[in-house]
Nanobody, 124 residues
Framework: QVQLVESGGGLVQPGGSLRLSCAAS????????IGWFRQAPGKEREGVSC????????YYADSVKGRFTISRDGAKNTVYLQMNSLKPEDTAVYYC?????????????????WGQGTQVTVSS
């Protein structure tokens, strides 16, 4: 069964950090570009970061550049999103998605598989 499962969300104070994980089963992430997206209440889902398949080029939305880092671990078939210096405006449900392409895409419709999402809340 093809599945993406996110984990690592939670409640954190402004300035804090979280690391989200996106674990795949039923397929090998190495051949896919992996995107992280987020959706805040009342807003559209937006792209946050993406890592291409080999050689693993990375891309970030301007709003998270310098604070978030995306990486992949082929041995664990998992992609991570390290989020530092979190702000209240980062509060959202975060989703990972996989597209069978070498290059990254910000277009939601291109993605083949989606996880169920993990809630990130940044609040004091």
């Amino acid at each position: 069964q093809v599945q993406l499962v996110e984990s690592g969300g939670g409640l954190v104070q402004p300035g804090g950090s979280l690391r989200l994980s996106c674990a795949a089963s039923g397929f090998t992430l190495d051949y896919y570009a992996i995107g992280w997206f987020r959706q805040a209440p009342g807003k559209e889902r937006e792209g946050v970061s993406c890592i291409s398949s080999s050689p693993g080029s990375t891309y970030y939305a301007d709003s998270v550049k310098g604070r978030f880092t995306i990486s992949r671990d082929g041995a664990k078939n998992t992609v991570y999103l390290q989020m530092n210096s979190l702000k209240p405006e980062d509060t959202a449900v975060y989703y990972c998605a996989a597209v069978l392409k070498v290059v990254c895409s910000w277009f939601l419709y291109e993605y083949d598989y989606w996880g169920q999402g993990t809630q990130v809340t940044v609040s004091s």
